[in-house]
Structures are given as structure tokens and as C-alpha cells.
């Protein structure tokens, strides 16, 4: 059987800094600067902020009550022998497994209510 485990969420954002500020500030995470980006770790889970610019064609964020979120990700090891189990089980890929950077793979699936989960696999 298949082994999954808690990688990252990911949220987007115009404001990045802002938003990693008040995770540390009311959630107590810390803050995770790294160049051109900034994140947070919370309990030993990343959170990756992606910003948001104007035009870039991300939809605005809806009144909550709502469903679904941007993504979140899981490892495994060996994403192709994974990507094919999912397949044979009529799991929707959204993008099929690919090199991300040298030491990780990754794709995406559409979850319910077209949450997006990325799976990698990181070496």
C-alpha cells in the first residue's frame, strides 16, 4: 500500500509579507524568508504563499462560506509507480508527472469539489 504523507499548502496572496506576518503574529508560525518569497511553517507544516498580482488571471478570493482551497501536497516515494495506481483507479490528473527541479517530481490531481493535491516525490 501506498504511504502518503503532509509536504506543504499552498495559499496565494497580493501581499505575501503581509500574510506570512499575520501567521506569525495570531497562529504564533514562523516565518520562512527565502529569496524573492516569503512562507511559514506552522506545527511543522510549510505553508507556501504565492502572490497574487493583478492581471495574472487568478480569480478573487469568494465570501466565505466556500469550498475547496489552492492546493495541498503529499509525498511519496516513486511518483510514476503512484501516478499509475491513481490512474487505474480513475483518478483525474490536472498535470501529469514531471521534473520539477532536480531532486523533485511532481504532479497534480483534481480532488473533490476540484481540490487541487499535488503529489512529489523528493530525492
Known amino acids: 500500500m501506498t504511504i502518503f504523507k503532509w509536504d506543504h499548502l499552498q495559499i496565494r496572496s497580493p501581499d505575501p509579507e503581509e500574510t506570512a506576518l499575520w501567521f506569525g503574529r495570531y497562529l504564533s508560525a514562523e516565518i520562512v524568508r527565502k529569496p524573492g518569497r516569503v512562507d511559514v511553517q506552522l506545527d511543522g507544516i510549510d505553508i ?5 498580482t493583478e492581471g495574472d488571471g487568478v480569480a478573487p478570493p469568494p465570501a466565505p462560506p466556500y469550498q475547496g482551497l489552492d492546493h495541498f501536497g503529499l509525498t511519496v516515494v516513486n511518483l510514476d509507480e ?5 490512474r487505474k483507479k480513475g483518478v483525474a490528473f490536472t498535470q501529469e508527472p514531471k521534473t520539477i527541479r532536480p531532486g523533485v517530481r511532481g504532479c497534480f490531481i483534481r480532488g473533490p469539489q476540484n481540490i487541487s493535491i499535488e503529489i512529489l ?3
Do not use: D, G, H
Open 82 to 86: 503512484v501516478a499509475a495506481e491513481l
Open 48 to 52: 507556501f504563499i504565492a502572490r497574487v
Open 121 to 123: 516525490e523528493r530525492r
